[in-house]
């Protein structure tokens, strides 16, 4: 195992832990996965985040025998979603799959979240759809997710939770941060009334600001300012004045 490898491990790992301290995840419910090279590391099954070690993470080939695997540990029973996305998002380098309060209950009455907040620009479309329901770690509930996922960087699963993917792993973790937040704004708003959708321009315009946003344009230091040539000129005539007193 490469160093680079053992710290991927080893982020997976305390993104797990991080996810149920703060609450967006419980038990071991939830699975984490991470593109390293050829391979997928993947979370094993059934293994409480807090006795996990880097050995322990799964890893399964992403160009080779489908489903094969390596490890102490069976990978995450919901591996074939994960897989999946991998395989066909070379885009994709981080993938979380949580049974967060908010999304789930939307998924439980398997409604699709709106764009509702202007963050929804971070999911690449107008909602966060909501895929049709079957058994976890299912071969149907993996077609089923990726068709909600098409152009999409998050769903919601009916009755089960959401996934959130990203470019690497701390972008996808920040989008299932996002998408729990949305889902409670969305949920809070509709026991208000009716919310107020954004528009589609209002989403795309959105989407042109984020690809600004963060970016600090460095600040020009002043130039150092140069002797003047006359003021040397001006201090050597100063001191032969000087001279011609004496």
């Not at 997928?40 to 099954?45: A, C, E, G, H, V």
């Amino acid at each position: 195992m490469t160093r680079e490898e053992r710290q991927l491990r080893e982020a997976i790992i305390a993104k797990c832990r991080w996810m149920n301290a703060s609450g967006l995840n419980q038990g071991t419910s939830g699975n984490i996965s991470a593109r390293y090279k050829d391979v997928m590391l993947i979370t094993p099954s059934a293994t409480p985040y807090d006795a996990m070690k880097p050995e322990m993470i799964a890893a399964m080939s992403l160009e080779g025998e489908y489903g094969s695997w390596t490890g102490p540990l069976q990978p995450s029973t919901e591996w074939r979603f994960h897989l999946d996305i991998m395989r066909g998002r070379p885009d994709v380098g981080g993938v979380v799959h949580t049974h967060s309060t908010y999304a789930t209950v939307l998924a439980i009455a398997r409604k699709s979240i709106p764009a509702c907040h202007y963050m929804m620009a971070a999911f690449g479309g107008q909602d966060i759809r909501c895929a049709g329901y079957a058994r976890y770690g299912t071969a149907e509930l993996s077609e089923l997710a990726l068709a909600a996922l098409e152009g999409r960087n998050g769903c919601l699963l009916a009755n089960h939770g959401m996934i959130a993917i990203g470019a690497n792993l701390d972008k996808a973790m920040w989008l299932a941060v996002e998408l729990e937040t949305i889902a409670r704004q969305y949920y809070l708003s509709l026991a208000l009334g009716q919310p107020h959708i954004l528009s589609e321009a209002e989403i795309a315009d959105t989407a042109r600001g984020f690809s600004t946003y963060g970016l600090q344009t460095p600040k020009e230091k002043p130039a150092k300012a140069k002797p003047a040539k006359a003021t040397k000129a001006a201090a050597r005539q100063n001191v032969e004045t000087k001279r011609s007193r004496k």
